[in-house]
């Protein structure tokens, strides 16, 4: 599989776990929103991941629709017995989560290594 999965994402392993590494710094419109979570999605439905990182060093701001299509996966790979860590975050992007109050379902990293780790 080539470490580009799509134009959002970037795809590579370490051991068992796959690390998503996302691109834009922003995803905000409709299509670009739904994209977003079909190729999250599939990295689980398709690819039989259940361990993700998903790396958002580049990202610095996620309107609502993507929170909740990281919500769905996080669901999502609830069921598949998996988990989601997420890392790199900038302090903006945080306080987004912490707003939200979606900081008490995501376990955030201060780093890919750490997130990676606590697998």
Not at 10 to 28: A, C, F, K, L, P
Not at 44 to 67: I, K
Request: glycine content about 6%.
């Amino acid at each position: 599989m080539p470490d580009t999965f799509a134009p959002l994402l970037q795809v590579s392993e370490s051991g068992d776990v796959t690390v998503v590494t996302v691109s834009d710094r922003r995803i905000v419109g409709e299509e670009e929103i739904r994209e977003f979570g079909r190729e999250l999605f599939a990295l689980v439905e398709q690819d039989q991941r259940s361990r993700l990182v998903l790396n958002l060093q580049n990202v610095d701001y996620l309107p609502s629709g993507a929170l909740a299509q990281l919500f769905k996966l996080k669901k999502k790979l609830c069921h598949a017995h998996g988990n989601l860590k997420l890392c790199n975050i900038r302090p903006g992007l945080l306080e987004v989560f912490s707003i939200t109050r979606l900081h008490t379902i995501f376990d955030f990293y201060p780093d890919t290594a750490s997130a990676i780790a606590s697998f």
